[in-house]
């Protein structure tokens, strides 16, 4: 079964690495689909790849990825052990914000990616993540470090590491946010099948059937 996964994982990344379902594949160097093992307990979910990821083809491999692995051992995680994507898989322009056409049409990738690696825990990172989890009403200030459980899935927000390089003071709360998730760690419980409709992908709207 994890065989069968990790083939159809690899699919999916397969159809990122070729996607033209928006403009950003225009300016692309390398679509970043993103890394880590099937059953990966914990998947983070960024905004979108910068500069040094489309040049390397991997997620989070500049100074907010450096922070984000810092904050990972921390907790005693190694980053090998979790699984890295962004909403979007190709870097926007200037590393402006994605809009919100891009974010729909990478949206079906992210789902696809979230029912084959099975994570116990979501960690959106800042607000353009979090709002597509949750629903564009959440932001990183309202929403950070707030567990939120649907069925035996946990959605834990948190700041996105890059806006910790830019205003130190969020080092400690994105810090405190981590042990949030070193706490929810400790909990056994195994995460529920992901319900799929009619077996198509699911779609953003469907998030809340199976989280």
Known sequence: MGDNR??????VHSEIMACTKCDLHKSRKNAVPGEGPIGAKIMFV???????????GRPFVGAAG???TELLGS???SRSDVFITNIVK???????????????ACNPY?????????????????????ATVLGEESSATRAHGKPQTKGNVTILPMYHP???????????????????????????SPPREPVLEDGREMRRETLEKWV
Do not use: H, W
């Open 90 to 104: 190709c870097r926007p322009p200037n590393n402006r914000a994605p809009r919100k056409a891009e974010i729909e």
């Open 6 to 11: 990790l083939a159809e994982l690899a699919m």
């Open 162 to 188: 890059a806006a910790a390089l830019y205003d130190a003071s969020l080092k400690e709360v994105l810090a405190s946010d981590f042990n949030v998730l070193k706490d929810l760690l400790k909990d056994p």
């Open 75 to 77: 907790i005693g995680v």
């Open 46 to 56: 960024g905004e979108g790849p910068g500069q040094n990821e489309d040049e390397q």
């Open 110 to 130: 992210m789902m696809s990616q979230i029912r084959l690696v099975k994570p116990r825990i979501v960690c959106p990172l800042g607000t353009p993540a979090i």
């Open 66 to 68: 450096k922070l984000l």
